[in-house]
């Protein structure tokens, strides 16, 4: 039924959609589902043409569902008013017997962005076992008890170990106090270079399957990538940046730039993309060699 739904809200009748603005419909496909099964839930939105709306893409908190994937359907215009829906499938690992969903919406303005907030909507947790017997009564199990007093000798030499972990003690304090600014920088070098190493191996991948053939889907995916790492090595909120925010806060029209073009490839279908990609691969190396330097040396 949700389906016929989803239809309907594509199609109903323009002059309803004039009562407000921007209308925003969201909902599950299913009434219930199961641990660890996938559902969709559809996000649309009815709004005047000259406006610029973002829907929430992979790298938004799903919470508490997992996000899988998502499917765009093409804008349709009529009478000046734009119709734009999208279908996320997710799954859940929650065991609540009943989860709540709700996404923006944002629209885009020449200094900010106006957030627009989704109905909410419950899907119920489907029970596999409701009643589950005992396979054997406490009667009829085989114990024998025992109520007898049965000494037991000690084998734990309390003053030897006593002293034994006072000395460790002594020792990690020591070694801590001399060694400790040395082993947390070694630490964390070391944590640095197997995250960067990740992050190279993963974002190549998705470059080299972006090469062999396009897919906005995966340009999002290695896009939301690079964002995910940069917000780990720097501390900055890159997940949660817009495109005109990131280039603001660094301050780089040339990052800028790159990150349009990456943009029109997930929205437009811009398949000139590589380049840009490979940009901002050798963004995040410079900014890795910089952060390693200064851990170095701090």
Excluded at 58 to 82: D, I, L, Q
Aim: hydrophobic residues 40%; proline residues 4%; aromatic residues 14%.
């Amino acid at each position: 039924m949700k389906y016929l739904f989803v239809a309907a809200i594509w199609f109903s009748g323009v002059g309803a959609s004039f009562a407000q603005d921007v209308i925003i419909r969201s909902g599950f496909f299913l009434d219930s589902l199961q641990v660890g099964d996938e559902t969709g839930f559809y996000l649309t939105a009815q709004y005047p043409s000259n406006l610029n709306l973002i829907f929430p893409d992979s790298t938004y908190n799903f919470s508490p569902f997992e996000f899988n994937s998502k499917r765009y359907f093409p804008t349709k215009t009529t009478a000046g008013k734009s119709y734009d829906s999208v279908i996320y499938y997710l799954s859940t690992f929650e065991i609540d017997r009943s989860q709540t969903l709700s996404l923006p919406i944002f629209q885009l303005n020449a200094q900010d962005c106006t957030m627009y907030t989704s109905n909410v909507d419950t899907i119920f947790l489907a029970e596999l076992a409701k009643n589950i017997p005992d396979t054997i009564t406490a009667q009829n199990a085989p114990l024998r008890s025992n109520t007898l007093y049965e000494d037991v000798p000690y084998q734990i030499n309390y003053p030897v170990l006593l002293i034994v972990l006072g000395a460790l003690l002594i020792i990690a304090a020591v070694v801590w106090i001399g060694f400790g600014e040395k082993i947390r920088r070694h630490f964390r070098l070391k944590k640095m270079f197997k995250a960067h190493q990740k992050f190279l191996e993963t974002y190549d991948n998705q470059v080299t399957a972006i090469k062999s053939a396009f897919s906005p889907t995966n340009t999002e995916h290695a896009l939301a990538n690079w964002k995910k790492y940069m917000e780990q090595l720097e501390a900055r909120p890159y997940t949660k940046l817009t495109t005109r925010e990131t280039t603001q806060l660094e301050n780089n029209d040339v990052l800028g730039k790159n990150l349009h073009a990456i943009d029109g490839a997930i929205y437009g279908h811009n398949t000139s993309v590589i380049e840009s990609l490979e940009s901002l691969k050798q963004f995040a190396d410079q900014r890795f060699t910089k952060k390693l330097e200064e851990v170095k040396h701090g």
